[in-house]
């Protein structure tokens, strides 16, 4: 497996090296930690980078999120936020980054790396680079994308997340409540929604068996 690559930008620098520590100790590579945006820009430039995890609050001309903007715009890496505050106007300004996730401080260890490790299930942090053998499809599990004689499946961010949980997964249930923390971020969802996502799933990958079993989940059967 692969160790996934992390970038820590927090000016707390107790805060921050003792989440190193946390994130080692896990098994993951903490590459550097940046006290400013300046900084982080650097790190991206010369590092290969997975997974940021950016305080919203740091000091400087940029934030954590403008940050986290301005990095996005050049490269295609997910943020974790760490916030003290846990408010609409924050979640909004937020929202403007694809971010995966926040931590709201003070925090649990166990919630920062359930945070990582969910980041790693939704963007295939640490995935073998070979690619998967599926009957008559091979998926890049990399880069989340499925072929069928050499041709890309075009798959909506939801599919294709759906399709990874089931293959990181197969041949063993992924439960309902399990896909909606995954796709849905916490959230719980109607059941509609995962049977209308199923639907377009089947109708563009007909040789792959998904298997209901209702009121649990699904099987990826290989």
């Given at each position: ?100 996730g926040y931590i709201v401080k003070p925090y649990l260890d166990s919630h920062l790396l359930r945070e ?107």
């Amino acid at each position: 497996m692969k160790k996934i690559n992390i970038l820590i930008i927090e000016d707390m620098m107790l805060t921050a090296q003792k989440m190193k520590r946390t994130l080692q100790l896990a098994g993951y590579q903490v590459v550097a930690i940046a006290s400013k945006s300046e900084q982080a820009v650097e790190v991206m430039l010369h590092n290969d980078i997975d997974l940021i995890i950016a305080d919203i609050n740091i000091k400087g001309e940029l934030n954590g999120i403008q940050t986290a903007q301005l990095i996005q715009k050049n490269f295609n890496v997910p943020v974790i936020f760490l916030t003290s505050y846990h408010d609409d106007s924050t979640l909004e300004e937020a929202s403007n980054v694809d971010f995966t996730g926040y931590i709201v401080k003070p925090y649990l260890d166990s919630h920062l790396l359930r945070e990582v490790k969910l980041a790693s299930f939704r963007f295939g942090l640490s995935d073998k680079i070979e690619p998967i053998h599926l009957n008559n499809y091979i998926y890049d599990s990399k880069n989340k994308t499925l072929f069928k004689d050499t041709k890309q499946i075009k798959l909506t961010k939801k599919e294709e997340q759906f399709l990874h949980l089931l293959i990181q997964n197969k041949n063993t249930l992924v439960s309902n409540e399990y896909i909606d923390l995954i796709l849905w971020h916490e959230s719980m969802t109607y059941d509609e929604n995962r049977r209308q996502l199923l639907f377009r799933l089947r109708k563009k990958i007909p040789d792959l068996e998904i298997q209901t079993i209702k009121g649990q989940g699904y099987i990826l059967n290989v």
